[in-house]
């Protein structure tokens, strides 16, 4: 999906709950809140965005331009919480993110407040950004029980040229 630069807000996705996630052959995956305390604290949301692009003569290596994110997990009762699992009810965690800086490469704007949800299954994790609406990043990121590696594309208008260029996150979560 390409999202021109005024409406860009990269910065929104969707992360887990509060725990590991298990497979029972009969239910699938549980929540990570049904683990008996073991595992990763997932009540709060650590991270980093990685861009790059190589566009003609517009360029950012990866590893130039890095935008950092923290906040807490939305839960019942947080004013944004309906609002969230209603645009993504498949999403088990839904976090409150702050992001720094509020540009990269030099002109791709970042809200500084987003929103994500996470989807687990087994060894992976869906990524959503949820802004107005909700928008998958990445259906298969992968989760060890502890972090989350993913990886999508996007784009930016700079004037009247739409530059895509390629996003990899990271999610740690204490105890992890």
Known sequence: ????????????????????????????????????????DLSWWTGERVFSYDYGSYTCAWGTDTAGESGPRVVRGDPDFDRLHAACPECTALYRIEVAPDEVCGWIALSSLAFRGLAFSADTVAVWRLNEGAERLDAAG????????????????LGDTEIPFDVRGTVAFPGG
């Not at 992968?142 to 208008?157: L, N, T």
């Open 1 to 40: 999906m390409r999202i021109p630069l005024l409406a860009l807000a990269v910065a929104h996705a969707c992360v887990p709950t509060g725990g590991l996630y298990r497979s029972h052959a009969d239910t699938g995956p549980t929540s990570p809140d049904d683990t008996g305390g073991s595992g990763p």
């Open 142 to 157: 992968a989760w060890d029980g502890a972090r989350i590696a993913y990886a999508y594309e996007d784009s930016a208008w």
